[in-house]
């Protein structure tokens, strides 16, 4: 038996691994089909380069890199990549604008990419025995001298750990902050798009120390500290990642509707798009058209002056929902508001009444589909 053969293994983490692999492939599906892509570009990018990460990690940890030591250490220059693509996901979705020095932010990854260089031309046997050294101690193997400098400039032996994990949690914080900023001039709808990107950059900042904290605490071959997590740490992370990702998709489905292509030829600008919409929102919010029972399209398009087909539009385009879904929305807030205060004293087939629902079912459906529970419970457990 070769030593190849003698080291492969598929365990827990292995296994772990393959299913944070199916999981990236799954994201990369979900939002690069039926006209989601151009909305989340960016987050695709961004998962394309977890799978890159977790498909490394799986030939590490089940021993086959033995058999391809080629790809071996090829996925941490993308690591660089991570702040930068999740940040320009942000202000994407927060309908910022770039300017033209962003290319600047992908200036680390194509010098760390260009300067690996120096250890993807090494000798496949070479790349073996450090690999067997690092993650496989206890096989006897011969040392191999390099062809050439691998780390001319040490950079790798100073702070590319510490500087990957500074410069992941950096763009998740300013990703954050972002979004903080931004938060105040939204209103209630467009609020709950907000806590997506809290959630995926709360994810890569946790991700940032994990990796620190895991693999981080050697400079220049000094130890400053032993990192409390297991080496595999990084590895199980990024798997969690995708877990986490794909378990907000299936319990908020309702926050990623998308474009219709019926509006891929439309003339309308983003900056009118925009005025329209707020326009729109204030109309509907200052007089609260939502509570009358009557409430429909064509009262809208009247009361602000835009055919029913822009207002459509507009709607779904500026924030991925149609008119009724808008509607709801509003009412069902506005239920949670009454049932919350204190001299609610009114019963539900009145409340339902009250915000624009001309039955007690259709409330009640529309109220349980949006918080898991009927108005009473949600009253009861809300005030205990």
Not at 176 to 202: A, C, F, G
Not at 352 to 366: E, P, R
Request: with cysteine.
């Amino acid at each position: 038996m070769s030593v190849s053969d003698s080291i492969l293994e598929f365990g827990p983490i292995t296994t772990a691994i393959v299913f944070g692999i199916i999981q990236a492939i799954y994201i990369i599906c979900f939002f690069s089909l039926k006209g989601r892509f151009s909305q989340h570009k960016f987050l695709v990018y961004l998962t394309g380069a977890l799978l890159i990460m977790q498909v490394e990690s799986f030939f590490i940890q089940s021993g086959y890199m033995s058999l391809f030591p080629h790809i071996f250490l090829i996925s941490i220059p993308f690591i660089f990549l991570l702040g930068p693509l999740a940040y320009f996901y942000t202000i994407g979705q927060l309908k910022l604008k770039g300017t033209r020095t962003d290319f600047l932010h992908f200036l680390p990854f194509v010098f760390y990419f260009l300067y690996s260089f120096n250890f993807y031309f090494q000798k496949g046997i070479f790349k073996k025995f450090l690999y067997l050294m690092e993650f496989r101690p206890e096989v006897d193997v011969v040392p191999i001298p390099i062809a050439f400098p691998t780390d001319p400039w040490n950079i790798q032996g100073l702070v590319v750990v510490e500087f990957l994990s500074i410069h992941l949690f950096a763009y998740g914080l300013m990703s954050i902050l972002s979004v903080l900023k931004t938060r105040k001039r939204k209103n209630d709808i467009e609020q709950e798009n907000l806590y997506w990107l809290y959630y995926i950059n709360s994810i890569l900042m946790i991700g940032a120390l994990v990796l620190f904290f895991s693999q981080g605490g050697v400079i220049d071959g000094h130890e400053f500290f032993t990192p409390p997590f297991p080496r595999y740490s990084a590895d199980l992370f990024s798997v969690v990642a995708m877990y986490l990702i794909v378990f907000y998709l299936l319990i908020k489905k309702g926050h990623f509707k998308f474009s219709s292509k019926k509006y891929s030829k439309s003339s309308l600008s983003s900056f009118y798009k925009r005025e329209k919409l707020n326009q729109i929102i204030q109309l509907i919010e200052d007089n609260k058209l939502y509570l009358n029972t009557g409430f429909s399209l064509r009262m809208l398009s009247e009361r602000s002056g835009l055919s029913m087909h822009k207002i459509s539009q507009i709607l779904n385009e500026e924030l991925h929902v149609n008119f009724v879904d808008l509607t709801n929305k509003y009412r069902i807030e506005e239920a949670k508001k009454r049932l919350l205060s204190d001299d609610f004293d009114s019963k539900m087939e009145q409340l339902a009444y009250d915000i624009g629902y001309k039955s007690k079912s259709t409330f009640f459906t529309l109220f349980k589909k949006e918080t898991n529970s009927t108005p009473s419970n949600f009253r009861k457990n809300s005030r205990i």
